[in-house]
Structure formats: C-alpha cells, structure tokens
C-alpha cells in the first residue's frame, strides 16, 4: 500500500514534467507548441516512457545555441545512439523489401517523370538545376500523388518502420540535377534514419553526412541520420540526367514504441 510519504515522492518526481514555470522562458513558440501536446498526450494516455522526450524538449534550446556536427533543428530526443550511417541490419527487413521492389518503383517513377516536373502533376520545384520532389505520404491515404505510383504505395504499407502518422515522416522521389549542390543543413529530428533507394545514379553524385561520404547505388539503400551536418551534389556532366532516389523516412531504431507513439501525437498533422 502507497503511504503518504510515497505520494509526495512520486508528485515531487512528477514536478517538473507537469509545471509550465520550469520549461524554459526562452524557448521557441514551436518547442512550446510541442510541450504543450505532450502534456495533453500524457493526460489521455500516461507519462511513463516520456522522459527523454520531456528533457528533449528542455534541452532544445541549448542544443540550438551549440556549433555541432549533429544539431536537429526541430527535435532532439536524448541518449540515442546515432552514426552518420547506419549499417543494413538497422532496419533489413524494410531495406530488403524496398530493393526487391525497386523495378517497379524505378517504372513508376519514370510515368510521373515524363508527364513533366510541375505543380499541377504533384512536383514540387526546389531549385533552378533541377532540384524537385514528388512526394508519397501515407498522411493522405486517398491522394492523387499516392494513387499514381499504386506499387510504390503498397511497398511503403508493407513496412514495419515507415513514418507514416506524423510530419516528421514522408516519402517520395528526390531530383538532383548535374551541377547542383545543396548546401549544408541539418535535418529536423535525429528520431528518423533517412532510407535512400538509389533509382538514377550517375557518377560524381555523393552525399557527404558528418564528413562522412557516400555514393547512391541504383537498386541499393542508404541509412542515412540527416540530422547530422550533411551535403548532397551533383557534379556530373550536362548530359548525364538527374540523380534520383526514393527517400523514406523510418523509426530510428532506439525510439521505443511509446515514444513513437507520443511522437505521433505531437506532431500530427492535425496539431
């Protein structure tokens, strides 16, 4: 049986989860935004297993201030072990699917690609050396851009760890035209790994992550941690057609299930 001294210790320990004073003042109106939706996750469902996402949180702020190699912008969840690029057996299950699907995918790529690169065909234009995306987000199960590549829909369905209820997470294809460099950044959350399935991959294309470089294979993935300092070029001949690859975001594989779960919550589309 609890005694009172026990109900103390456990409303001491709940403090500063639960008190607004003691998130930082100088926090962003989005950190803010996001405290405020974990305070109501945990009121309908339970505080257990958000520790890390509430010291995430706190720790935003300073985290933003630091020059690091690793520096998400939006969402920094603590302690979670994280490299550059992460070996196959992260995620094989969903790698083995994507590359024994990719002739499918590479076909219906190029239907979207050749009815042309404009809005009204669901390209989105990032850049004037043919930087452009076509995105495929389970967020919009019934959308025009889904019903498009039908394949490419059913193998993002199928698998386990596919961002697929929250805006950190989407997939599509991703254009880099010869001569284009985009500069570096870091990506939002070091709660995702970025899956690169290589479709076009001509030579002198590479993707440089934590001063780490790579190059895109047609058929393979990359495991890539974009929260991480990173720069992706093209610097292949006029001639040589862009790089393309299908992004897709999936779970790191240390956010355990309640932490995703909440993550869902918070940034869901609807919030």
Same mark, same amino acid.
Not at 32 to 41: I, R
Not at 75 to 99: C, G, T
Not at 134 to 160: A, E, M
């Given at each position: 049986?609890?005694?009172?001294?026990?109900?103390?210790?456990?409303?001491?320990? &709940?403090?500063? @989860?639960? %008190?607004?004073?003691? =998130? #930082?003042?100088? $926090?962003?109106?989005?950190?803010?935004?996001?405290?405020? !939706?974990?305070?109501?996750?945990?009121?309908?469902?339970?505080?257990?297993?958000?520790?890390?996402?509430?010291?995430?949180?706190?720790?935003?702020?300073?985290?933003?201030?630091?020059?690091?190699?690793?520096?998400?912008?939006?969402?920094? &969840?603590?302690? @979670?072990? %994280?490299?550059?690029? =992460? #070996?196959?057996? $992260?995620?094989?299950?969903?790698?083995?699917?994507?590359? !024994?699907?990719?002739?499918?995918?590479?076909?219906?790529?190029?239907?979207?690609?050749?009815?042309?690169?404009?809005?009204?065909?669901?390209?989105?234009?990032?850049?004037?050396?043919?930087?452009?995306?076509?995105?495929?987000?389970?967020?919009?199960?019934?959308?025009?851009?889904?019903?498009?590549? #039908?394949?490419?829909?059913?193998?993002?369905?199928?698998?386990?760890?596919?961002?697929?209820?929250?805006?950190?997470?989407?997939?599509?294809?991703?254009?880099?035209?010869?001569?284009?460099?985009?500069?570096?950044?870091?990506?939002?959350?070091?709660?995702?790994?970025?899956?690169?399935?290589?479709?076009?991959?001509?030579?002198?294309?590479?993707?440089?992550?934590?001063?780490? #470089?790579?190059?895109?294979?047609?058929?393979?993935?990359?495991?890539?941690?974009?929260?991480?300092?990173?720069?992706?070029?093209?610097?292949?001949?006029?001639?040589?057609?862009?790089?393309?690859?299908?992004?897709?975001?999936?779970?790191?594989?240390?956010?355990?299930?309640?932490?995703?779960?909440?993550?869902?919550?918070?940034?869901?589309?609807?919030?």
């Amino acid at each position: 049986m609890e005694t009172v001294e026990d109900e103390e210790q456990g409303q001491s320990y &709940l403090t500063p @989860v639960l %008190s607004h004073a003691l =998130f #930082p003042a100088q $926090a962003s109106a989005e950190a803010k935004k996001l405290y405020t !939706a974990l305070q109501e996750y945990a009121k309908r469902y339970s505080w257990v297993g958000m520790g890390r996402i509430h010291k995430g949180l706190r720790e935003q702020v300073r985290l933003n201030d630091l020059s690091a190699i690793q520096k998400p912008h939006l969402f920094f &969840l603590p302690d @979670v072990p %994280s490299v550059p690029f =992460f #070996p196959r057996d $992260a995620h094989r299950h969903d790698i083995e699917v994507l590359e !024994a699907n990719y002739p499918a995918i590479l076909a219906e790529f190029k239907a979207v690609y050749q009815r042309g690169i404009d809005s009204k065909s669901g390209w989105t234009s990032l850049g004037p050396k043919g930087q452009a995306v076509f995105l495929c987000t389970v967020q919009s199960l019934c959308g025009r851009k889904l019903c498009s590549c #039908p394949c490419t829909y059913r193998t993002l369905l199928s698998l386990r760890t596919f961002i697929s209820s929250n805006s950190l997470g989407s997939a599509g294809f991703w254009l880099l035209g010869p001569g284009a460099t985009l500069g570096s950044s870091y990506g939002p959350t070091n709660t995702r790994l970025r899956c690169h399935l290589g479709l076009q991959t001509p030579p002198l294309c590479e993707l440089v992550v934590g001063g780490e #470089p790579q190059c895109w294979s047609e058929g393979h993935c990359l495991l890539v941690d974009d929260s991480f300092l990173h720069t992706v070029s093209h610097k292949g001949p006029t001639d040589s057609g862009p790089r393309v690859i299908l992004s897709v975001d999936l779970w790191h594989p240390n956010v355990a299930a309640a932490e995703r779960q909440a993550l869902d919550f918070m940034f869901s589309p609807d919030q």
